[in-house]
């Protein structure tokens, strides 16, 4: 099934962000997420995914201000190992998924990047939608291409 995906995206600080979840006590949901791109076009990508939640391949369309399309599909466990064996490099993960002044976000913490990163990232129902993002929430990003994760998995040691 194809969807819209609109999402904002911004850099933070793995300290701040550990502090906040200790100090806070919030519920959350926690995965480790292995994945790697098996295509590659001109922004147009087709991404595959294993995590304890299942396993997923994904198409992505080009991205248009914060907005694109995606199409994913369930694939058995079986199936994504050996893909993920004809992807060059792959991206290990930490996603953590907080409900935060009534909305979701997800932290992804890159494990295995020449750089220490954590992006926070929040999916909007439009493009126009208000929203407040904590305070410990840093830099914007969402249109800064270097911090998608099919330019990160460049970057991978």
């Not at 819209?4 to 995206?9: D, F, Y």
């Not at 502090?19 to 919030?26: A, H, I, M, N, T």
């Not at 991205?63 to 399309?69: E, H, V, W």
């Not at 976000?105 to 992006?119: C, M, P, T």
């Amino acid at each position: 099934m194809s969807t819209k995906e609109i999402e904002r995206k911004y850099i933070v600080d793995k300290k701040d962000l550990m502090l906040y979840l200790r100090r806070k006590k919030l519920s959350h949901k926690f995965d480790n997420i292995i994945q790697g791109y098996l295509f590659n076009c001109k922004g147009y990508s087709l991404r595959i995914r294993y995590s304890s939640r299942g396993s997923k391949l994904t198409y992505k369309s080009r991205l248009r201000g914060c907005t694109r399309t995606e199409m994913e599909c369930n694939i058995p466990a079986s199936v994504v190992l050996p893909l993920l064996c004809l992807c060059r490099k792959i991206i290990h993960k930490s996603r953590y998924t907080v409900r935060l002044l009534n909305e979701v976000w997800q932290f992804d913490i890159f494990n295995n990047l020449k750089r220490d990163l954590v992006l926070a990232e929040i999916e909007i129902p439009s493009e126009s939608h208000q929203f407040q993002k904590p305070s410990w929430v840093g830099e914007e990003v969402t249109y800064n291409l270097e911090y998608y994760n099919i330019n990160l998995v460049k970057e991978v040691l």
